[in-house]
């Protein structure tokens, strides 16, 4: 039996950039001692490399279900959104990054393995996010394939500050 697999180049890389974000989040992290992780860019509201660590596991947990339902339950189904800003607010954003930093890993992890059992249809499968509407699982991909790469970028900036 011939299984049909992903055949789009451009969702090749995108998959690809999903699967480089723990790296990035990982080399951005390297070397950063507890008070570097607290240290806050000049700007209003940026958050420090910590409280972005906590983000990246409590977005990729989100992110997880995600893709599960877009793949497994009958369609339209509801994606919902949540205020990360209000869990940053409430939850212990301030606690360690190992056990976040493992999450994030780890699901990240997991859903790059899901990603490799695709065929080109799955990523038309769409559901309604609770905030923005039609949501698709390429849609899905484009947001997380950037999601990590933006939050290096912001963990960079912290550090430096």
């Known amino acids: 039996m011939i ?6 180049p451009d ?6 950039r999903y699967r480089a974000g723990v790296g990035l989040a990982d ?5 950063a001692d507890e008070a570097a992780l607290d240290r806050r860019p000049a700007r209003d509201g ?7 660590v906590h983000h990246l596991a409590d977005s990729e947990t989100n992110s ?3 893709i599960r339902r877009l793949l497994a339950e009958p369609l339209p189904t509801t994606i919902q959104g949540y205020d990360e800003a209000r869990w ?26 899901l990603l490799d ?9 769409t559901g309604t ?6 949501y698709s699982l390429r849609e899905w991909l484009e947001i997380y394939a950037d999601h990590a790469e933006a939050h290096a970028a912001q963990i960079r900036e912290a550090l430096a500050s």
Not at 3 to 8: I, S
Not at 93 to 106: C, E, K, Q, T
Not at 129 to 134: A, L, N, Y
Request: proline share 4%.
């Open 3 to 8: 299984v049909a697999m992903l055949t789009d």
């Open 11 to 16: 969702v090749l890389a995108l998959i690809a």
């Open 27 to 31: 080399a951005a992290l390297a070397g």
């Open 46 to 52: 940026a958050w420090c490399a910590r409280q972005v």
């Open 64 to 66: 997880y279900v995600r």
């Open 88 to 113: 940053a607010g409430v939850l212990p954003y301030d606690g360690p990054i190992d056990v976040p930093l493992a999450v994030f890993r780890a699901v990240r992890a997991s859903s790059s393995r």
């Open 117 to 125: 059992s695709l065929v080109d249809a799955d990523l038309e499968r």
């Open 129 to 134: 996010h609770s905030e923005s509407g039609t």
